[in-house]
T-cell receptor
C-alpha cells in the first residue's frame, strides 16, 4: 500500500523565484492538505483540496496557491519567494466518506525541505 | 497565539522512567491526534481520539482525551531510547477540515 509521496525531497531557491512542490496521496484517499513547518515548530495549515477545489485555507498570502488533479495528486506553488518561506512543506492525505463526512485521520508524506537564499 | 499548547516543550529523561506530555486548549475539538516526527521526516500518526474521556493504549503509550474534548495527554511507561522524537498533538475543530497543531514536545530518552 503506497503511502503519501512528495517530490522533490530537497530544494534550494533564491529570493523572488517561484517553486512547485508535488504530492501523491495515499492509495484510496481523495483529499490533500498542505502544511508548512518551520524549524522547531508544529506544522501550520496552508490549504486543503478536495474534488479539485480549494476547500479551506489558512492564514497564508496569495503567493501560496495550489492545484489538485483528477487523479487526486496535488501541487503547491509559491511565488516571489521570501527568506521566511524556508521550511519543511508537508502534504497530508485523507478520505471523505460518502455523504461528505471527513474521516479524522490525516497521513503525512516525508515532506519537501525548501531553502530560500 | 497558539491554539494548542503542549507542555513541556523539551523533556530529557533516563531510560526506564515514566513521563507525561500534555496538550491543552480553550477550544473544543471534534477529534485529536498524536503524531511522532523524526528529524527530516513527516509526522507519523500514533492515535486518534474522538470521544470525551476516551483512553487508548498503544503498547507502553497511553493517550487520553479530556472529558470536555479540550485537552489530551500522552503517558509513556518505562521509556526507551527508541521513544526519542518530536511528539505533536493536533486537533480538528468542529466544522473545520484542517488540523491545528501544537508546537511539539521534543523528547530525549537517555540510555
Amino acid at each position: 500500500d503506497a503511502g503519501v509521496t512528495q517530490s522533490p525531497t530537497h530544494l534550494i531557491k533564491t529570493r523572488g523565484q517561484q517553486v512547485t512542490l508535488r504530492c501523491s496521496p495515499k492509495s484510496g484517499h481523495d483529499t490533500v492538505s498542505w502544511y508548512q513547518q518551520a524549524l522547531g515548530q508544529g506544522p501550520q495549515f496552508i490549504f486543503q483540496y478536495y474534488e479539485e477545489e480549494e476547500r479551506q485555507r489558512g492564514n497564508f498570502p496569495d503567493r501560496f496557491s495550489g492545484h489538485q488533479f483528477p487523479n487526486y495528486s496535488s501541487e503547491l506553488n509559491v511565488n516571489a519567494l521570501l527568506l521566511g518561506d524556508s521550511a519543511l512543506y508537508l502534504c497530508a492525505s485523507s478520505f471523505v466518506r460518502a455523504g461528505g463526512s471527513w474521516l479524522h485521520e490525516q497521513y503525512f508524506g516525508p515532506g519537501t525541505r525548501l531553502t530560500v537564499t | 497565539t497558539q491554539l494548542l499548547e503542549q507542555s513541556p516543550q523539551f523533556l530529557s529523561i533516563q531510560e526506564g522512567e515514566n513521563l507525561t506530555v500534555y496538550c491543552n486548549s480553550s477550544s473544543v475539538f471534534s477529534s485529536l491526534q498524536w503524531y511522532r516526527q523524526e528529524p527530516g521526516e513527516g509526522p507519523v500518526l500514533l492515535v486518534t481520539v474522538v470521544t470525551g474521556g476516551e483512553v487508548k493504549k498503544l503498547k507502553r503509550l497511553t493517550f487520553q482525551f479530556g472529558d470536555a474534548r479540550k485537552d489530551s495527554s500522552l503517558h509513556i511507561t518505562a521509556a526507551q531510547p527508541g521513544d526519542t522524537g518530536l511528539y505533536l498533538c493536533a486537533g480538528r475543530i468542529q466544522g473545520a477540515q484542517k488540523l491545528v497543531f501544537g508546537q511539539g514536545t521534543r523528547l530525549t530518552i537517555n540510555p
